[in-house]
C-alpha cells in the first residue's frame, strides 16, 4: 500500500489523476525509446512540472525498473521489495517476479527485504506517472544506500546484462532529486556540475564530482547505477528535458531543492 498517498500527492483516484494531467505538457513531443531517466520525487506540486514533461518524453515500456535511494536508512542496503503489487490510487502495478529472481541471481549485491520500502517515497511518487501512460506496465523497485563506485558498476553492468538476456526493452528509472535547502543560484551552480557529468555519459565523474563538490544529490547511487547500466546497453545521447527548483513555486529562492528531468537513449 501506498506510504505518501494525500502527502506527496493526491490520495484519491480522481483528484491524482487530474493532478498528474496538470503536469503533462499539452502540446509535448512524441515520445521516444530511451533507456533510462532521471526523474524527481519531491512532492508533486514541486517537481511535477519536471516529472510531467519527461515522461510525456519516453516510451513506458512493458516492464519498467526503479531505483531510489533510501532515505530512512531502514532494511538492506540493496533490497528489491518482496510484495507482488503495488498500490496507488489510480493503478495497482504487478512486480516483475520472472525480471526479479533473475537480477538476484546475476548480482549479490541485491536481496529481497520489504523493510527498505516501508516508508520510502522516492520510488513511489515515480507511479502515477507511469500509471498516467501505461497501466499494465509492470516495475521492479530497487531501494539503494550509500555504494562504492564499484558496487554501483557491479549492481549496473547486471541489471544491463539481466535486460540483455531478457530479450526486451526495458526502461530504468533513476529517482534523484538534486540540491537540497541552498540558494537557488548556488544550486544552480552545483547541480550543473552533476547534469554535466550526466550529459557526458560519465557515471565515473557524477559520482566524484558529486562527493567531491559535497553536492546534496539524494539520489546519486540510483543515478549512477542507472549510467552504468545504460552504457553497457550501448546509450549514445543523454538530454536535459527540464531544470527548475522548489523557489518556482514557494517563491523562496534562499532555501531550495533542485529538480531535474534526465533521459539517455
Request: charge should be negative; aromatic fraction near 6%; hydrophobic fraction near 40%.
Amino acid at each position: 500500500m501506498p506510504a505518501v498517498a494525500g502527502q506527496f500527492y493526491s490520495g484519491d483516484s480522481k483528484s491524482l489523476e487530474a493532478e498528474v494531467s496538470r503536469f503533462i505538457p499539452v502540446k509535448g513531443k512524441k515520445p521516444m525509446k530511451a533507456v533510462g531517466v532521471i526523474s524527481p520525487h519531491a512532492g508533486l506540486i514541486y517537481s511535477g512540472t519536471v516529472a510531467g514533461e519527461l515522461f510525456s518524453r519516453v516510451q513506458i515500456t512493458d516492464t519498467v525498473i526503479i531505483i531510489g535511494p533510501n532515505h530512512r536508512g531502514i532494511g538492506d542496503r540493496f533490497a528489491i521489495d518482496t510484495h507482488t503489487h503495488w498500490v496507488i490510487p489510480t493503478n495497482t502495478f504487478e512486480i516483475d517476479q520472472d525480471l526479479s529472481q533473475e537480477l538476484l541471481k546475476t548480482c549479490k549485491l541485491l536481496s529481497h527485504d520489504s523493510h527498505a520500502h516501508t516508508y520510502e517515497h522516492s520510488l513511489e511518487v515515480q507511479t502515477p506517472f507511469i500509471a498516467h501512460f501505461k497501466k499494465d506496465t509492470k516495475i521492479l523497485p530497487i531501494c539503494v544506500m550509500n555504494a562504492t563506485l564499484k558496487e554501483c558498476k557491479d549492481l549496473g553492468e547486471a541489471i544491463a546484462l539481466v535486460i540483455k538476456k531478457s530479450q526486451r526493452d526495458i526502461l530504468i528509472i533513476a529517482s534523484s532529486d538534486m540540491s537540497h535547502y541552498i540558494s537557488a543560484k548556488t544550486a544552480k551552480y552545483l547541480d550543473n556540475l552533476a547534469i554535466e557529468r550526466v550529459l557526458d555519459l560519465d557515471p565515473t565523474g557524477l559520482y566524484k564530482v558529486v562527493h567531491s563538490e559535497r553536492i546534496s544529490m539524494c539520489g546519486v547511487i540510483s543515478s549512477t547505477i542507472m549510467l552504468f547500466a545504460a552504457l553497457a546497453l550501448d546509450v549514445t545521447l543523454s538530454e536535459l528535458v527540464k531544470y527548475t527548483t522548489s523557489g518556482e513555486v514557494s517563491g523562496d529562492y534562499d532555501q531550495v531543492v533542485g529538480y531535474a528531468g534526465i533521459m539517455v537513449r
